[in-house]
């Protein structure tokens, strides 16, 4: 969709933020008791961890999670495809490459760093944080962060659209 680098660098800001606000408020849900629980405060602490979380995802994203995620869809994909399919394979594999690596950062941030837990135990706080987060993040990429990004983008580039 976006035509040049600039436009692929607002792209993916667009889509760094979406999707850390809306992992954001899933993790703060379930970090104060549940998403049965929920209340209207999480979407404010959401947006105040959404506001470093998503430099994180723009970087990793860029560095290797958009790069590994369409090579990984290139392998699963044949030549020819429908559009509808190369997108939603490109989709789950950045997915696939991204949660981990968030899950990662946040394991490290979250239950060492800040929550004052032991480096020892960094693998299972990993593991831990993959294990609840893929779900949450495919959907959420899929059906949320991915269509508001693409409608915001074409609203503000509409000569991108083909």
């Known amino acids: 969709m976006p035509k040049t680098k600039l436009q692929g660098a607002f792209f993916g800001l667009l889509m760094s933020i979406t999707m850390a606000y ?18 209207n405060k999480v ?31 290139g392998k ?16 789950a594999t950045t997915v696939l490459v991204m949660c981990p690596s968030m899950s990662a950062v946040a394991a490290v941030l979250f239950s060492v760093v800040l929550g004052g837990g032991s480096w020892g135990e960094l693998p299972a706080y990993w593991v831990r944080t993959v294990l609840q987060n893929f779900p949450m993040a ?6 949320a962060a991915g269509p508001v990004t693409r409608l915001l983008f074409r609203k503000i580039f509409p000569q991108t659209v083909s």
């Not at 809306?22 to 209340?39: F, R």
């Not at 404010?44 to 590994?68: C, D, H, K, P, Q």
């Not at 495919?138 to 059906?143: C, D, G, V």
């Open 22 to 39: 809306g992992m954001e408020v899933y993790n703060m849900a379930i970090k104060t008791g549940g998403l049965s629980v929920m209340t």
């Open 43 to 73: 979407f404010g602490e959401a947006l105040l961890e959404t506001s470093y979380m998503w430099l994180f995802v723009f970087v990793i994203s860029n560095l290797w999670g958009n790069r590994l995620g369409h090579l990984v869809a």
């Open 76 to 91: 699963v994909l044949g030549k020819e495809n429908n559009p509808l399919w190369v997108w939603l394979m490109t989709s």
């Open 138 to 143: 495919l959907l959420w990429n899929l059906f």
